[in-house]
DNA sequence: AATGGATATGACAGAGGTGTCATATCACAT
DNA sequence: ATGTGATATGACACCTCTGTCATATCCATT
């Protein structure tokens, strides 16, 4: 969404101002971010800023896509054998890339972790057009995506049918999120043991006592 | 955390203060409300409303410890039962309750919505002082209640001791918050079908296809 | 070296907000 | 009626931020 100036730019300029925005996004979020504080921290005039992007928001969304880029990299190879994998190996496996993305690009969690808290009207667009979830998780995030699943592993007779598929999507993805932010929070981006381990256990079992004792 | 001074004011005026702060707290969410507005609408003079409060903070810690108030008081009866109904039974009822909370203070459950999205840095404090957790919910949402919950219901035999009692915590509280705000967002506040019962039904039984076909 | 289109720059006007303070007003006891 | 402490008021000084614009600079092409 920038302006085609700001593609003309030296590499080098234009790490600094993504750099700036970056860790502006990730420190205060988008609401408080200051295009004033940006500028200052990249070294541009404020002249040249509105040169490249229309405004704040221009930006932002400019930085959102290229994370989303990003992130559908570290993805990919887990996502491309969606179909191979039993439905819980698959979501592990989703969270351990998660983690090592996170890992990579420590800020983008930040920025990811923030975007809800922004107070952009068209906020619910702006993710769909991105396919980017509030964990800054691209497609994978997605409802659609998990209805999929389901519906293969249902298909597959791994799991119930007695549940209809979007209630288990709701479901899916209300726990993979709130996982997430479980691991990426508590250890500090340190190697775990697979706290959803036990949660997956949860999942698949239920928590009804069934030992007759 | 209000100025004594405005609990001396006539009901009438504290109530134009409170309902425009709210309204300003729940259309905008903290970091964007202004006092400027907020005393606009409530119609009182600038100066006055540093003689009630002593800025933004305080005002919002004021509307936010009403709300809890408020909220108990739709809970309680609810809470004091916590013993005698089965654990999911229980649950049902916190979410039903909730529901009618909503219902009658509407503008409450944006403020809670929003919550999450300001930028206090003592925020977590706050909330654990208050008791508030991020849907509004008092005492009861929080990680230490159902720690209660479900050490009870291990005891009683009602749910499975294989997995720690925290980590079962935070399964429920990650999915009461979420059922909450499917509730409360879905049906525009209307009367449902327990939605719910069909999650319900997976976190008692599991996800896993047990018939034998 | 001259021309022209693209880019760079920072001073500036203006919007919107905050907290304070000198002054005015009130209520009430004397 | 008068003095006193509590309360009310809005003008004011001061911030931070945004988007623009006139002007300067660069660079490639003639």
């Not at 600094?16 to 504080?37: K, M, N, P, W």
């Given at each position: ?8 730019l ?69 996502l ?63 409802h ?12 597959v ?14 479901y ?42």
């Amino acid at each position: 969404m920038a302006k085609p100036t700001f593609y003309n730019l030296p590499e080098e300029k234009r790490l600094r101002i993504t750099s700036a925005a970056r860790c502006e996004f990730a420190s205060v979020g988008y609401d408080l971010a200051s295009i004033q504080t940006i500028i200052g921290n990249a070294n541009i005039p404020r002249g040249s800023f509105y040169q490249y992007f229309e405004d704040k928001r221009d930006l932002f969304l400019t930085i959102l896509s290229s994370i989303r880029d990003e992130k559908l990299d570290y993805l990919g190879s887990v996502l491309s054998e969606w179909e191979r994998l039993p439905l819980f190996d698959l979501l592990g496996r989703l969270i351990e890339a998660g983690l090592e993305y996170a890992k990579a690009f420590p800020d983008a969690l930040q920025i990811a972790a923030k975007l809800m808290k922004s107070s952009m009207i068209e906020l619910e667009e702006v993710l769909t057009t991105l396919s980017v979830d509030n964990q800054g998780t691209p497609v994978t995030g997605t409802h659609d995506f998990y209805m999929r699943l389901i519906e293969h592993a249902k298909d597959v007779g791994e799991i119930t049918s007695e549940i209809p598929t979007a209630t288990i999507a709701f479901y899916l993805q209300t726990m993979m999120e709130s996982i997430s932010r479980l691991v990426l929070n508590e250890d500090g981006l340190q190697g775990i043991p697979p706290v959803y381990d036990d949660i997956f256990l949860m999942m698949k079992n239920g928590l009804i006592n069934d030992r007759d004792d």
